[in-house]
């Protein structure tokens, strides 16, 4: 016993001195998008109400026919490279989270260092690892852990970079996490209305100027069919309210392991958190980041963790008062008639005075950007990030929360603090990105949708572009200037 507490207290000396975590980032997104209103809507008879209200999506990205997940990427790191003022040699990983692999053995972060090669020179990141995180939507949260450990362990171990040069590799570690996918559902299924297409790149270093990493992570795995897609398919196929409810328990339960480890490592402790009796964690977060595949699920997500956090605390009282006790499971015969009364239930909960607070300032602006980007999978819950930065939402000593979910399933929870660097960042222009993209047509939409379009819509300019496949099913990239 007494050595576990020396650990802990070894642990916790090192999180004191070491900070590790998000240092920049850049979205990608492609230049082409569709509007979920108009002919989309009219076309599957849906009404417009449904699809900006009831899912919270407007407009959804889409790649263009010379777009794939590793050209995305590729653009998201060169443009936070040329921000960053990072060269090829700073870099000692880069960790690439995707569930939109390009090939089934090649790892993607090789093409996108092909592709990067072409504007640093050939060789330039020879020295640089990679390797692709598949794990559904949670892929980049395993990167960005094990990248934040490997350049935890460098800067506590005070080893030196090689002479004369940071290699990425001594004790100034810097890593890159890459989220790329393109979202695609069944044209015509009820999954459509949730695709996106997008990547984010994330610096990852000591003193990061960004968000600090605050050490605990909580987890939760279990083997589910919600959602997934089967060797050559190139749509995912998807029980969608079966994944709406694996998403809720698999949180629920990272949240549960987030706050034991967070307990263990001293985050509740004053100097930290700072959680007394009867509060609840979720009082000392700015703001909670979920997994967004569409911008209601974050509503869903709250409801569920809510009413998880908050019934067994005073506060509950006030809530009860208002909308009514919550109905037992064990008053219920099948779980069905439990699952309709409860679900009535939490729609009066979303309607009641301290969810409607609570949702409005943490998590509703979180969802801005999705909002007109839609679903980019694995990047969703960062593309979350940018939208507070884009808004000018985040303010140094801020705390945010990290809800990641992959379907198959599995979840990951863990917060961060925003630093006093952070000021000198200039995140906001992925807004006029957006601004700057051409809304398809219906049809150039479903052509590029399955694959009929060879042509590009908008040829490329400025950019990495896939210039064909060769006979052996090799991929051809480059960067058109
Ligand atoms: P759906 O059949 O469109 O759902 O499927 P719905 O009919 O229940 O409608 C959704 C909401 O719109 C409801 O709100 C309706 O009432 C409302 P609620 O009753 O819940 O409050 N609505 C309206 N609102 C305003 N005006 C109207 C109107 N009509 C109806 N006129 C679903 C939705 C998300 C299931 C479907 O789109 C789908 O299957 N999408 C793909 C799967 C998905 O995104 N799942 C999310 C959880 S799993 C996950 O996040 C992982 C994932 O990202 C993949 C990965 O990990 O890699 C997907």
């Not at 100097?271 to 509503?299: A, V």
């Not at 990030?385 to 929870?413: I, P």
Request: hydrophobic content about 35%; proline content about 4%; overall charge negative.
């Amino acid at each position: 016993m007494p050595e576990v507490e020396g650990d802990l207290k070894e642990i916790q000396t090192l999180r004191d001195t070491v900070t590790v975590g998000i240092d920049d980032m850049a979205v990608y997104v492609p230049k082409l998008f569709i509007s979920t209103t108009g002919e989309f809507a009219t076309s599957r008879g849906i009404e417009p109400a449904k699809l900006m209200k009831g899912i919270g999506v407007e407009k959804m990205s889409i790649p263009d026919a010379h777009e794939d997940a590793a050209t995305m990427a590729a653009s998201a790191v060169l443009e936070l490279m040329k921000r960053s003022d990072i060269l090829p040699k700073d870099i000692g990983k880069i960790y690439l989270g995707t569930e939109s692999a390009v090939d089934e053995a090649k790892a993607m972060g090789t093409y996108v260092i092909g592709m990067l090669e072409k504007v640093y020179g050939r060789g330039s990141f020879e020295e640089c690892s990679t390797v692709e995180f598949k794990s559904a939507c949670i892929g980049a949260s395993y990167a960005l852990e094990s990248i934040a450990e490997w350049v935890g362990s460098g800067a506590r171990s005070g080893s030196e970079p090689a002479p004369g040069a940071a290699d990425g590799q001594g004790d100034d570690r810097i890593g890159i996490v890459i989220a790329s996918d393109v979202a695609r559902y069944e044209l015509e299924s009820s999954g459509e209305y949730t695709q996106g297409a997008g990547s984010v790149a994330m610096l990852v270093k000591k003193e990061p100027r960004m968000v600090a990493l605050d050490g605990a992570i909580g987890s939760f795995t279990r083997d589910e069919n919600d959602f997934f897609r089967p060797i050559g398919k190139r749509v995912a196929v998807v029980n969608g309210k079966h994944s709406n409810s694996c998403y809720l328990s698999a949180v629920g339960g990272a949240f549960a392991s987030f706050k034991r480890r967070a307990q263990k490592v001293g985050l509740l402790n004053p100097n930290n958190l700072n959680i007394s009796q009867g509060e609840s964690i979720l009082d000392r977060l700015s703001y909670i980041l979920f997994h967004i595949p569409y911008p209601r699920m974050t509503e869903y997500a709250a409801l569920s963790l809510f009413r998880q956090e908050w019934k067994n605390l005073p506060r509950w009282k006030d809530v009860t008062a208002e909308i009514g006790p919550e109905p037992s499971q064990e008053m219920f015969s099948s779980p069905e008639d439990y699952g309709k009364v409860d679900a009535a239930y939490n729609k009066k909960f979303s309607k009641s005075r301290a969810f409607n607070e609570t949702f409005m300032s943490k998590v509703e602006p979180t969802t801005f950007l999705s909002r007109q980007v839609g679903n980019i999978y694995t990047g969703s819950m960062y593309l979350g990030l940018a939208s507070l930065a884009e808004q000018g939402l985040l303010h140094a000593g801020d705390k945010v929360c990290f809800c990641s979910y992959g379907s198959g399933c599995s979840a990951l929870v863990f917060s961060g603090t925003i630093q006093e660097g952070f000021k000198s960042l200039t995140p906001g222009n992925v807004q006029k990105k957006l601004d700057a993209r051409k809304e398809l047509s219906l049809k150039d939409y479903e052509d590029l949708h399955e694959g009929r379009k060879s042509g590009s819509i908008l040829p490329p300019s400025g950019e990495f572009a896939l210039m064909g496949i060769d006979s052996q099913g090799y991929r051809l990239y480059d960067y058109v200037s």
